[in-house]
């Protein structure tokens, strides 16, 4: 059947949209929390065992751990880790490149974010890996801002994809899109249909009504997207050993416009800068 089979988006009211938001703040806020925490010399661990604190802090429980075989808070995956990595005993250093994925559910509902952050600040990691989570960012509000009631999946992928390969025109660099992992529905649970590509899909993709909420999460690669699973059966890491970048928002489409539930502002300033309308309920 393709990408999607029979796969439709399942609209929330707007009281199920006010509810994600309070999963999806306490994530934001998570990340934000953890952006001042990401240093030299802290390992991995640590920065999960300072999520699950908050987030369980904050009325939530760590989501990723309801995913069976996996009992951590995060993933972080560092350098050619694309997605996926597991916490444990890696010790940070200055110029690493990585990426924190976090999720949260409260009262049922789920959110679902991630950034990439250079360890030491951008002044101490190479030019090319911080412009690499940049253009990676960049593409997540492209493909965000071109969310519009009852338009469909490929006007999220379109930009994404559309974002990155002008920003490898202008860099000369071969950026790659990762085809293998997509962003997904979310809601009652972390992973719902439909998958979320980052790139155009040929064929009917389904469409977005008002109250579709979506976690959108382009991956980029410096080198070839080509990737591999290691024997942790988790982390997914690039075949040539290039650097990835991995940025995520959950999201919602209300009659008013674009709210970006994992966003602490909401996605108002990113949006607006776009010339996109920005949809609150609150």
């Known amino acids: 059947m393709g990408l999607f089979g029979r796969e439709r988006v399942r609209p929330r009211t707007p009281d199920q949209l006010r509810a994600m938001r309070v999963a999806g703040l306490l994530v934001g806020r998570t990340l934000e929390m953890l952006r001042c925490e990401v240093r030299a010399g802290v390992t991995t661990a640590q920065l999960d065992a300072l999520a699950e604190d908050f987030i369980r802090s904050g009325g939530g429980v760590p989501n990723f751990q309801l995913v069976p075989g ?22 940070l250093r200055d110029g690493d490149l990585l990426s924190i994925d976090c999720g949260a559910e409260v009262d049922g509902w789920n959110g679902d974010a991630a ?39 490929n006007d999220i992928g379109g930009a994404v994809e559309d974002s990155i390969r002008a920003d490898a025109r202008t860099d000369g660099v071969a950026y790659g899109i990762v085809e293998d992992y997509t962003g997904h529905g979310i809601g ?7 998958n979320v590509p980052n790139y155009r899909v040929r064929g009917r993709v389904p469409q977005t009504p008002v109250g579709t909420t979506l976690a959108i999460e382009p991956m980029v690669t410096l080198g070839d997207q080509a990737n591999h699973v290691l024997d942790d059966d988790w982390t997914v890491v690039t075949n040539d050993g290039s650097p990835a970048a991995h940025w995520e928002h959950s999201v919602a489409i209300t009659e008013h416009g674009v709210w970006v539930l994992t966003a602490i502002d909401g996605g108002e300033a990113e949006l607006s800068a776009r010339g996109a309308s920005f949809g609150p309920l609150d």
């Open 70 to 91: 996996y009992s951590h808070t995060l993933c972080t995956s560092v350098g050619e880790e694309i997605v996926h990595g597991i916490p444990g005993d890696r010790v």
């Open 115 to 153: 950034m990439t952050v250079v360890v030491g600040g951008d002044a101490a990691g190479e030019p090319a890996a911080v412009r690499l989570s940049e253009i990676t960012r960049r593409s997540l509000w492209a493909g965000i801002a071109a969310l519009r009631p009852d338009g469909d999946l």
């Open 188 to 194: 009652e649970h972390m992973h719902l249909p439909p």
